[in-house]
C-alpha cells in the first residue's frame, strides 16, 4: 500500500478549500494576506496502520491550513468558532461530492453550544489584549477588530439561527478599531456590550441545544466505508489544487 504523506494528502485528498479571514469577512484592505483553509478525506486504509494519517496540515503557503475530514466534523460539533466560520465562508475554492455534502450539514453542526464557545474564546482572546495594553499601552489592534467581529457575528447567530461572517454594514467602524482610531476604553465597552448580549440571546435561541450528532456520524462512516474500497492510496481523479506539510493543531 502506498502511503501518502502530508502534502500528498492535502493535494490529492482535499474534499473541501475556502479563503477566510478579512477577505472571507469583508474586511480585507491591500495589505491582507490570503488565508487558505481546507478539509482533506484521509483515505481509510491509512487508519488500518499502527501510524495513524495527521488531523491536520499546516502548509505550505504560510497562511494555509487543512483538517482531516473527522477532526473537522468534531471541532465543529463542539462549535469551534474558527471551524464553523469555516463551513460559512463566500469564498468557495473547492468542492467535491464529499466536500458539498459537508456543506449541507453546516445546520447539523450549529446548536446553543455556540454561545458558550463563542464567548469564551473571545474573553481569552481580551485577556491577551488587556495583557498587551499592561505591558505595552496598546491592544494589538487587528486582534481587537476581529474580537468584535467574532462577538457580533455569535450574536447574530444566536438571535437568527444561522451564521453569517461577512459583516456588512460594520465594516468601516470596524476598520476604524484596526487602525487604532477608537480609545481602547470605547472598544472594551463594545466587548462587554456584546458579551451580555450574547448571554441574553443564548435563553431564546432558536437553536437547538445540541448539534445533530448523529446525523454527522452518518455522514461520516458512509464517506469512510466508500473509501475504503479506494483501488490504491496514491491519488484521486477529483484532486484539489493544494498541498502541505504537518504543523501544530488549530483551535
Known amino acids: 500500500m502506498i502511503v501518502p504523506g502530508p502534502e500528498a494528502l492535502v493535494r490529492d485528498h482535499t474534499v473541501y478549500s475556502c479563503v477566510m479571514g478579512s477577505r472571507a469577512f469583508g474586511l480585507a484592505t491591500e495589505e491582507s494576506d490570503t488565508d487558505l483553509r481546507g478539509v482533506f478525506l484521509a483515505p481509510t486504509p491509512l487508519f488500518w496502520r499502527f501510524e495513524k494519517p495527521p488531523t491536520h496540515v499546516d502548509g505550505p503557503a504560510p497562511e494555509q491550513f487543512s483538517w482531516e475530514l473527522e477532526r473537522f466534523c468534531e471541532l465543529a460539533l463542539r462549535a469551534n468558532p474558527n471551524v464553523l466560520e469555516c463551513l460559512?465562508?463566500?469564498?468557495?475554492?473547492?468542492?467535491?461530492?464529499?466536500?458539498?455534502?459537508?456543506?449541507?450539514?453546516?445546520?447539523?453542526?450549529?446548536?446553543?453550544?455556540?454561545?458558550?464557545?463563542?464567548?469564551?474564546?473571545?474573553?481569552?482572546?481580551?485577556?491577551?489584549?488587556?495583557?498587551?495594553?499592561?505591558?505595552?499601552?496598546?491592544?494589538?489592534?487587528?486582534?481587537?477588530?476581529?474580537?468584535?467581529?467574532?462577538?457580533?457575528?455569535?450574536?447574530?447567530?444566536?438571535?437568527?439561527g444561522e451564521l453569517t461572517i461577512e459583516v456588512g454594514a460594520a465594516r468601516e467602524e470596524l476598520l476604524a478599531v484596526k487602525r487604532g482610531e477608537v480609545p481602547w476604553a470605547e472598544v472594551e465597552r463594545r466587548m462587554t456590550r456584546?458579551?451580555?448580549?450574547?448571554d441574553e440571546a443564548a435563553g431564546g435561541s432558536p437553536l437547538p441545544p445540541e448539534p445533530d450528532r448523529a446525523r454527522v456520524e452518518d455522514f461520516l462512516v458512509r464517506v469512510r466505508r466508500a473509501s475504503a474500497s479506494w483501488p490504491d492510496t496514491a491519488g484521486r481523479a477529483d484532486r484539489a489544487p493544494a498541498s502541505g506539510r504537518q504543523g501544530d493543531d488549530r483551535p
Not at 481580551?126 to 457575528?153: F, I, Q, T
Not at 456584546?194 to 450574547?198: I, T
Open 88 to 160: 460559512h465562508s463566500p469564498l468557495v475554492e473547492h468542492a467535491d461530492a464529499v466536500g458539498r455534502e459537508l456543506l449541507a450539514l453546516r445546520g447539523a453542526f450549529l446548536s446553543r453550544r455556540a454561545h458558550q464557545s463563542f464567548v469564551r474564546y473571545a474573553a481569552s482572546q481580551r485577556a491577551k489584549l488587556e495583557a498587551d495594553v499592561r505591558r505595552y499601552g496598546a491592544p494589538r489592534w487587528k486582534h481587537a477588530m476581529h474580537l468584535l467581529r467574532l462577538l457580533a457575528s455569535g450574536l447574530d447567530l444566536l438571535r437568527t
Open 194 to 198: 456584546l458579551a451580555g448580549e450574547n
